[in-house]
């Protein structure tokens, strides 16, 4: 049966009630263009998500060569055929009137259209100069979780490779360097253990900082669908705002921003003092169990109540849930990951999994989450501060086989320390020693913390600034040269999601202009610099997506990511493939680590692990030392304060975030009319009890600031915890208007501080100090925040959020067989 839905005002759906252990249902989600008739689309091309880490499987309706819609893939594993709101109506912006289509030069000041030609030689003079003077630390690239493996590994070829400068990351750094840490010290090598399968298995979903009913939507229907069943899962939430995860939990902690790590030990002192424990699993499987015991056992719930600000009969509730079930899931996101102590924090979650034995079986599973669609592929290319195929940088045989791989010598390729991390890079670029920084499918003039601090850098004269967008974005305003990307629709090649399911997106149109491939730009460069290997071949040797896929499937060959079973033919008309994919596991691999053995061996590991409280990297001799026999690692940490903690000038905890209806800086969901039009503006959400004490009301225009700036908002009066404020990062500058709040700053990150975790070096986005004041009541209007989702408001007389007619979506159940 084929039915009607406003996606804005009812964004998952209707439900598909199933039971545990059963198939969940098929719906068929479809979007199409005003005027359009499914009958009258020309192709539906295959493609996935790519506006958060899901990877839903979705067909892209083409008619006289444009994009005109979206419908899920009924046969995908990942989405049974379901659309979330960015994905049903975020394809509009592909035919934006204001995409970038001629590359931009910089002259007497002013950014002028120019041609590829132009452009490029610039671009390789300016290298070339660099190259010569400096040598290659003096370039630095800083790309995405955004484009696709091919355009990575190419990337990761060219800078450690070609170049050899160590100077390569990817905005992953903010996004999900931690997930990569918390899996390297427990297991080894970075590589989810659990499969969105788990869900369909669960007793017990934990979420641990991850609002997944607003940032994976479509993963979240799989759990209300779950909770509509006859044997629904119980949800354990962790998160100080009311987030609609919050809304369906058993058990809703909401901690004071900062205080995971206290938490989490609170949980594993329950854990371990009621011996929910899986000895048998720990002897075989497992190091540092007897570390743990100690360290946790400091962390009595009353003590933790105390740190926290929670309930400690709440917590002692949430142990015995996570300790008691035989099928626990857990997923983890950037509640931990942007906090001060965020591996330590995420690794006790795997800590839970590991003492419990719940690892590699259905039901028992840990999602260590990404955010962004191609943020996997950005790790395992090494385009993110690793090494390609997760090498270890430490290991000399590692770096050698890529040597050989790559035909290069090994010296060429730079592995005296780890590779740069993105923080490192800007301050480098601060300090002179880094001259060019190449930035491709990231706007860091609105995602970096301490926004003045980022423009000061970018806006050097001695810094030659290449960025590589689709639209003139708040970044590419202060480059030297800007170059025109096709995205998402216009050019072929994979990604891979969270639980390692690797899709294929085709072309389905060609792009705008003389927009190009980000592909094409880079082998363009590569050729233009003349590359070559140790025999004078040029490097890298692909020409297209496919053959940088089939070099790609070599350099994954006996790795964890191992894509060798893998091809575009057997992606295509398919539903995803998991990987490791190899002549072992030719249909892929639903659950790592099923026999208990890990990653970690010390001659495989993608890592020897840090120390969690100073980011020192552990030796070799000690890594062996600690785990000859490659079992995971059971690693123990401290709580300590954030270093930014509210005091009397900056009374609240300050915490910044998404919302459901918007991607990140917004240049594509602030041009899809129907998402722009249910979040269009700022606003910050604060407590009932603490509005009422500082004299704001609901829609009341209010000044936030921080030690590093100020955000002008409406508030929206919400149920967050009390003693803390929330400000969505979303809106930077481009498309900012001319009203009270346009005049003034209204970027989350005037707010943040340069600062972040030792172990994986992501930004701390999730702790910072602020005050709160009126600036003038409003007129009545309540704050342009949406009612359906966790910025809903105390006032039950506020209008509801809800899409116009163009938000009408179709949805079609198929009974299928259980
Ligand atoms: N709609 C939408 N979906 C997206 C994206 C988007 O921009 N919009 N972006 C994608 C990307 S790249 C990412 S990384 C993901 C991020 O997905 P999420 O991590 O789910 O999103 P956030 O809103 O950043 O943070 C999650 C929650 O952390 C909570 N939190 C803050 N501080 C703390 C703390 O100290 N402890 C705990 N336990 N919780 C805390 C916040 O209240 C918030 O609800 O979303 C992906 N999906
Ligand atoms: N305060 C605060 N700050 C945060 C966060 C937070 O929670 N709070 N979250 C952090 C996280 S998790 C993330 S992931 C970052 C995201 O931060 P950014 O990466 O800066 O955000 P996006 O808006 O996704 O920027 C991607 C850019 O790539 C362009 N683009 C899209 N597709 C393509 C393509 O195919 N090719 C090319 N060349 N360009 C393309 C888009 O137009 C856009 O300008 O923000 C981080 N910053
Ligand atoms: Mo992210």
């Known amino acids: 049966m084929v039915v009607s839905r406003d996606a804005i005002a009812n964004p998952w759906g209707t439900r598909t009630p199933y039971r545990r252990g059963e198939r969940w249902p098929v719906r068929v989600d479809t979007h199409l263009a005003a005027g359009v008739s499914p009958q009258q689309v020309d192709a539906w091309v295959q493609?996935?998500?790519?506006?958060?880490?899901n990877g839903d499987g979705i067909d892209i309706a083409v008619k006289d060569d444009r994009i005109v819609g979206v419908r899920g893939r009924a046969v995908d594993r990942v989405n049974h055929g379901r659309l979330g709101p960015k994905d049903l109506f975020g394809w509009q912006a592909n035919s934006s009137p204001d995409r970038l289509t001629q590359p931009l030069v910089r002259r007497n000041g002013e950014l002028v259209e120019t041609d590829w030609d132009t452009a490029m030689n610039e671009v390789v003079a300016q290298s070339k100069t660099l190259l010569n003077e400096q040598g290659p630390s003096a370039i630095g690239f800083y790309t995405s979780g955004q484009l696709f493996l091919e355009e990575y590994y190419t990337l990761g070829v060219i800078a450690h490779g070609a170049i050899g400068t160590n100077h390569l990351d990817g905005n992953t750094r903010l996004c999900t360097a931690t997930a990569a840490q918390a899996l390297k010290e427990s297991f080894g090598c970075d590589g989810q253990p659990g499969s969105y399968t788990d869900i369909d298995h669960a007793e017990v979903i934990a979420l641990f900082g991850h609002n997944m009913a607003e940032t994976q939507p479509v993963l979240w229907t799989r759990i209300l669908d779950r909770l509509a069943g006859q044997d629904p899962p119980a949800i354990v939430c962790v998160d100080p705002r009311p987030t609609p995860v919050a809304w369906h939990a058993t058990v809703h902690l909401a901690p004071l921003p900062g205080?995971?790590?206290?938490?989490?030990?609170?949980?594993?002192?329950?854990?371990?003092?009621?011996?929910?424990?899986?000895?048998?699993y720990i002897d075989a499987?497992?190091?540092?169990?007897?570390?743990?015991?100690?360290?946790?056992?400091?962390?009595?719930?009353?003590?933790?109540?105390?740190?926290?600000?929670v309930d400690a009969d709440e917590l002692r509730r949430a142990a015995a849930l996570l300790g008691t079930t035989q099928r626990l899931v857990s997923t983890v996101l950037q509640g931990f990951y942007q906090s001060h102590q965020a591996?330590?924090?995420?690794?006790?979650?795997?800590?839970?999994?590991?003492?419990?034995?719940?690892?590699?079986?259905?039901?028992?599973?840990?999602l260590q989450m990404n955010g962004q669609p191609t943020a996997q592929n950005t790790r395992e290319c090494g385009a993110d501060g690793d090494l390609a195929g997760f090498r270890n940088w430490a290991n000399d045989t590692h770096v050698a086989g890529l040597a050989a791989l790559w035909n290069l010598d090994v010296d060429q390729i730079p592995h005296y320390g780890p590779p740069t991390h993105a923080m490192q890079m800007f301050r480098y670029a601060e300090q002179g020693s880094l001259r060019m920084l190449w930035i491709s499918a990231t706007n860091p003039a609105v995602s970096l913390p301490e926004l003045a601090r980022i423009r000061a850098?970018?806006?050097?004269?001695?810094?030659?600034?290449?960025?590589?967008?689709?639209?003139?974005?708040?970044?590419?305003?202060?480059?030297d040269v800007v170059l025109p990307a096709a995205t998402w629709g216009e050019k072929t090649g994979t990604f891979t999601n969270v639980d390692r399911t690797v899709h294929l997106s085709d072309k389905a149109v060609r792009p705008p202009g003389q927009a190009r491939a980000d592909l094409d730009i880079?082998?363009?460069?590569?050729?233009?610099?003349?590359?070559?290997?140790?025999?004078?071949?040029?490097?890298?040797?692909?020409?297209?997506?496919?053959?940088?896929?089939?070099?790609?499937?070599?350099?994954?060959?006996?790795?964890?990511?191992?894509?060798?079973?893998?091809?575009?033919?057997?992606?295509?008309?398919?539903?995803?493939?998991?990987?490791?994919?190899?002549?072992?596991?030719?249909?892929?691999?639903?659950?790592?680590?099923?026999?208990?053995?890990?990653?970690?061996?010390?001659?495989?590991?993608?890592?020897?692990?840090?120390?969690?409280?100073?980011g020192t990297p552990v030796g070799p001799t000690e890594y062996r030392a600690l785990n000859p026999f490659g079992k995971a690692i059971i690693k123990a940490a401290d709580y300590r304060p954030a270093h930014e903690?509210?005091?009397?000038?900056?009374?609240?905890?300050?915490?910044?975030?998404?919302?459901?209806?918007?991607?990140?800086?917004?240049?594509?969901?602030?041009?899809?009319?129907?998402?722009?039009?249910?979040?269009?503006?700022v606003w910050v959400e604060i407590a009932a009890t603490d509005a009422e004490q500082a004299g704001i009301g609901e829609g009341d225009l209010v000044d936030v600031s921080s030690?590093?700036?100020?955000?002008?908002?409406?508030?929206?009066?919400?149920?967050?915890?009390?003693?803390?404020?929330?400000?969505?990062?979303?809106?930077?500058?481009w498309d900012a208007g001319n009203d009270e709040i346009a005049q003034h700053d209204r970027a989350g990150n005037e707010l943040t501080a340069t600062e972040w975790d030792p172990a994986s070096k992501q930004p701390i986005f999730k702790t910072a100090a602020a005050r709160i004041r009126r600036i003038t009541a409003g007129d009545g209007t309540p704050a342009p925040a949406p009612t359906t989702t966790a910025s809903a408001p105390v006032d039950t007389t506020i209008e509801p959020t809800v899409g116009d007619a163009t938000a009408r979506t179709t949805e079609e159940v198929q009974q299928g067989p259980r």
Not at 266 to 277: M, N, Q, S, Y
Not at 343 to 366: C, D, E, F, S, Y
Not at 588 to 609: K, M, Q
Not at 645 to 668: E, S
């Open 259 to 280: 205080t995971n790590v206290a938490l989490m030990n609170g949980l594993l002192h329950e854990i371990i003092a009621h011996d929910w424990v899986d000895h048998d």
């Open 285 to 309: 499987h497992a190091v540092g169990f007897d570390e743990l015991v100690a360290r946790v056992r400091g962390y009595p719930p009353e003590r933790v109540a105390r740190i926290c600000g």
């Open 457 to 479: 850098i970018l806006s050097q004269d001695r810094l030659f600034v290449v960025v590589q967008d689709v639209f003139l974005t708040e970044t590419a305003a202060l480059a």
């Open 645 to 681: 903690q509210p005091d009397a000038d900056y009374p609240f905890a300050l915490i910044t975030g998404r919302t459901l209806y918007h991607f990140h800086t917004r240049t594509k969901t602030a041009r899809a009319p129907q998402l722009q039009a249910a979040a269009p503006q």
């Open 707 to 733: 030690p590093r700036g100020a955000v002008r908002a409406q508030a929206r009066v919400s149920a967050i915890r009390p003693g803390v404020l929330f400000v969505p990062f979303h809106y930077g500058y």
């Open 522 to 614: 880079f082998l363009d460069f590569a050729r233009r610099m003349d590359f070559r290997d140790r025999d004078g071949k040029p490097l890298p040797p692909w020409t297209d997506a496919e053959s940088a896929f089939e070099a790609w499937k070599k350099c994954s060959a006996g790795r964890p990511c191992d894509y060798t079973g893998i091809t575009y033919a057997k992606l295509r008309g398919g539903s995803g493939i998991q990987w490791p994919c190899s002549t072992d596991h030719p249909d892929g691999t639903e659950r790592l680590y099923a026999d208990g053995r890990f990653c970690s061996a010390p001659d495989y590991c993608e890592s020897y692990g840090k120390d969690l409280l100073t």
């Open 343 to 366: 591996t330590a924090a995420a690794v006790q979650v795997n800590n839970i999994h590991i003492v419990r034995g719940m690892l590699g079986k259905p039901g028992g599973g840990v």
């Open 47 to 53: 493609s996935a998500s790519i506006l958060h880490s």
